[in-house]
């Protein structure tokens, strides 16, 4: 195992890392110590595969915390084994009721390069979207559990064998919504996300969920015929958590 870097190195790093992503993003450098409680710190760490496993078998001494305007959070270390990458990793939302992490897979974290553009693109193109898809089914559950006992209408968002998410509505209030955050008309009564960019269709369904949901429409993701699970939904059943690194969700 190859020594840390320094902490400032770490917190300069991300600094520049952020400069490469959309919107405007803090940073925050947590230095360690052995009297802090790991399990504690890294409690928010979404991840239950090779993050979680580096977590428990070589706790950091330090590590940053990347924080976007809209509340997103990213989690930042050295990598244990080797100089030219870092782990990192999506933070699950504070202040969210156990419940609404149930059947949500978690957005696993990546390896990135210590080059900052190529860690950035990394990090836009595979950890962000299926970060945001299961941001907004936690939301969603959230929602549901906090809301009126009356049962919500809702919207069934079904993934086509192409990899689009197509809607069949003829509600004119979700059809607006679909629209207007990045559905496009793709037949009779169907509104289409396109499949083509993982991470715009991330977007249009978070926007749209979160939408719906200020008028009691819930939204369900369902799979058609002939498709297989894509890696960003939930699991028939979940994975093993590594021991005493985060939380069960």
Same mark, same amino acid.
């Given at each position: ?13 991300? +600094? ?7 919107? $405007?993003?803090?940073? =925050? ?23 979680? =496993? ?66 950035? =693109? ?9 970060? =945001? ?42 059809? +607006?919504?679909? $629209? $207007? ?36 429409? +819930? ?12 890696? $960003? ?17």
């Amino acid at each position: 195992m190859h020594a840390d870097r320094h902490p400032d190195e770490l917190y300069s790093f991300a +600094g520049i890392l952020t400069q490469h992503l959309p919107g $405007t993003w803090t940073q =925050e450098l947590r230095q360690h110590t052995g009297d802090d409680n790991q399990q504690e710190l890294t409690a928010d760490v979404w991840d239950m595969n090779h993050i979680a =496993e580096a977590l428990a078998q070589h706790p950091p001494a330090h590590d940053v915390v990347l924080i976007r305007n809209d509340g997103l959070r990213l989690f930042l270390i050295d990598h244990p084994r080797y100089d030219d990458e870092l782990l990192i990793a999506a933070m699950a939302p504070a202040g969210t009721p156990a419940e609404a992490f149930r059947g949500v897979r978690e957005p696993d974290g990546i390896a990135i390069s210590t080059d900052p553009e190529q860690a950035a =693109e990394n990090i836009l193109t595979t950890l962000l979207p299926r970060y =945001e898809t299961a941001l907004a089914q936690v939301q969603d559950n959230a929602a549901r559990l906090s809301g009126p006992s009356v049962q919500p209408d809702t919207v069934v968002m079904t993934w086509t064998e192409s990899g689009d998410l197509a809607v069949a509505t003829e509600r004119a209030d979700v059809v +607006g919504i679909l $629209t $207007t955050h990045g559905f496009v008309h793709d037949g009779q009564q169907t509104y289409t996300a396109s499949g083509d960019d993982s991470a715009h269709q991330a977007q249009c369904v978070r926007a749209a969920g979160s939408a719906l949901g200020a008028l009691n429409i +819930g939204v369900t993701l369902r799979h058609g015929p002939m498709r297989g699970a894509p890696t $960003t939904l939930p699991l028939p059943a979940p994975r093993p958590a590594a021991p005493n690194t985060v939380r069960s969700r």
